[in-house]
């Protein structure tokens, strides 16, 4: 049973463009997101957190927003850039009261082109 | 200022066989952490290390399966009788826990990709 869903494989767009990658979870009892960057053979790179008592957190060109009601949290790039090209994958944690185990999504491959 | 690493970072091996990993984490985190990641899929808690106690396992880890820390620092994990299913990637990542309220962000190593044959 996936707790964290990401349910588009892949996004392509333009250099300079936003770029929204977008995650939905299940699980209620979830308080913390987080999106990690994955580029090939390397590990996931932590990028941006929320916790469930705020609804935005921005971060350069990094924004997470976050629909407690709608169990639903979004990734906005802006702008794109080619070099932010990767696989990204929105996590949760808080389950049970615990902050250390991160459940993860699927991920989203975002291909920005120049 | 080093991060995570692993070793090896790739590994072979014939089913049947015994592997061992090894993970170094950010040198004053307290906190140490396994995944397994497999094609298509994010990657899936295994277990994790307070210093060097091991404070869960998941299910995925099964008995075939064990993980140390012994001096709570580098960790361990060790795949006896390895067999196909258990190729993945296996990911460490380390944080470092001041028993705050809030989310520890885990900083992750490369990965050790193991390809049992």
């Known amino acids: 049973d996936q707790q964290v869903k990401q349910n588009s494989p892949s996004l392509s767009v333009q250099e300079g463009r936003i770029s929204i990658l977008n995650c939905d979870y299940t699980n209620s009892m979830f308080d913390y997101f987080l999106w990690y960057k994955k580029y090939p053979a390397e590990g996931p790179t932590f990028l941006i957190s929320?916790?469930?008592?705020?609804d935005k957190n921005e971060d350069g060109r990094f924004t997470v927003f976050l629909n407690k009601s709608a169990k639903h949290l979004s990734l906005h790039i802006v702008p794109s850039q080619p070099g932010d090209s990767a696989v990204y994958f929105c996590?949760?944690?808080?389950?049970?009261?615990?902050?250390?185990?991160?459940?993860f999504g699927k991920g989203t491959l975002l291909t920005v082109n120049p | 200022d080093t991060g995570v690493s692993q070793d090896p970072r790739h590994k072979i091996t014939k089913r049947g066989q015994n592997v061992t990993f090894r993970c170094d984490p950010i040198s004053e985190h307290n906190r140490l952490y396994w995944y397994r990641q497999t094609l298509g899929q994010g990657p899936e808690f295994l277990t994790y290390f307070q210093n060097e106690a091991q404070l869960e396992k998941s299910r995925l880890l099964s008995d075939r399966f064990s993980a140390e820390r012994p001096k709570g620092s580098f960790s361990t994990l060790e795949i006896q009788r390895t067999e196909q299913g258990d190729s993945a990637m296996y990911l460490c990542?380390?944080?470092?826990?001041?028993?705050?309220?809030?989310?520890?962000?885990?900083?992750f190593g490369p990965g050790t990709r193991l390809l049992v044959l």
């Open positions: 996590a949760a944690s808080g389950d049970g009261g615990s902050n250390y185990k991160l459940t």
């Open positions: 990542a380390s944080s470092l826990s001041l028993g705050l309220a809030g989310v520890e962000t885990q900083y």
């Open positions: 929320i916790s469930s008592i705020k």
